[in-house]
């Protein structure tokens, strides 16, 4: 595949103002300790500060206070250049900073999700930018699906992971034929984090429509993997 160029990063003065506030308030409540046992289990995708969930984002709070709404380039510039720092934690102030304000973003935005969702990836942080920007952008530009049936067809994983969870919550409005169609693409995909997506997506559209979802496996099981089946059907 020809390598996609990483998106520009727009100059943004509140970009300077946060990531000012954040490098300095962030470090405070570092622990070492936590951090070492926070990047094995997430098995080495990159270091981390050690912040526990809930004292990060009080962290957040601080750091966010008295800062005015973002435009869409402001977002740009908050997301890549929280990518661009070494721990984990700002990777996670960034996506939260996403989902906060994803409705200032135009369809524009989604390749710079797409960076985000190829650049040091791993569940923790593609799930939520998959079901909480992803999907809210592709609710808002319905222009979006045809971008999402190119993403299902992607050699990267965590880009087909996207897709098939970018409809997680959705709920009634969930487009059935392309969340089916999805998972029997993907059905014979030889990686867990594929096959652990299908059954995940289907387990949550089952809470709107069970009998469609317990049809649909019964009708395909030849083809799903175990565990898609086993997750798709844990709660009927």
């Known amino acids: 595949m020809t390598p996609v160029k990483p998106p520009a990063v727009p100059r943004s003065e509140l970009a300077d103002a946060v990531l000012q506030r954040l490098t300095a308030v962030y470090p405070t409540g570092a622990d070492a300790t936590r951090a070492e046992g926070a990047g094995a289990y997430m098995k080495g995708i990159a270091p981390f500060l050690g912040l526990y969930t809930a004292a990060r984002r009080e962290l957040s709070r601080t750091v966010l206070e008295g800062t005015t709404a973002p435009d869409e380039a402001d977002c740009t510039a908050i997301a890549l ?21 994803v409705k200032r973003c135009s369809s524009g935005f989604l390749p710079v999700v797409r960076h985000l969702v190829v650049t040091l990836s791993w569940w923790d942080t593609v799930d ?13 530009d319905p222009r979006l699906k045809s971008v999402m049936d190119s993403w299902i067809e992607d050699d990267d994983l965590w880009v087909a992971r996207t897709a098939l969870l970018h409809q997680l919550r959705h709920k009634d409005a969930t487009d059935t034929g392309r969340l089916f169609a999805y998972c029997l693409r993907r059905a014979d995909h030889p990686d867990f984090f594929i096959r652990k997506a299908i059954g995940w997506c289907l387990r949550e559209y089952a809470k709107s429509d069970p009998d469609a979802v317990r049809e649909f496996v019964e009708r395909h099981r030849d083809r799903l993997a175990p565990l898609s089946v086993r997750e798709a059907l844990k709660n009927l």
Do not use: I, K, M, Q
Not at 128 to 140: E, K, N, Q, R
């Open 81 to 101: 250049r929280c990518w661009a720092l070494p721990e984990r934690e700002y990777h996670y102030f960034a996506v939260d900073y996403l989902r906060r304000h």
């Open 128 to 140: 939520a930018l998959a079901s909480h920007v992803v999907g809210p952008l592709v609710t808002a």
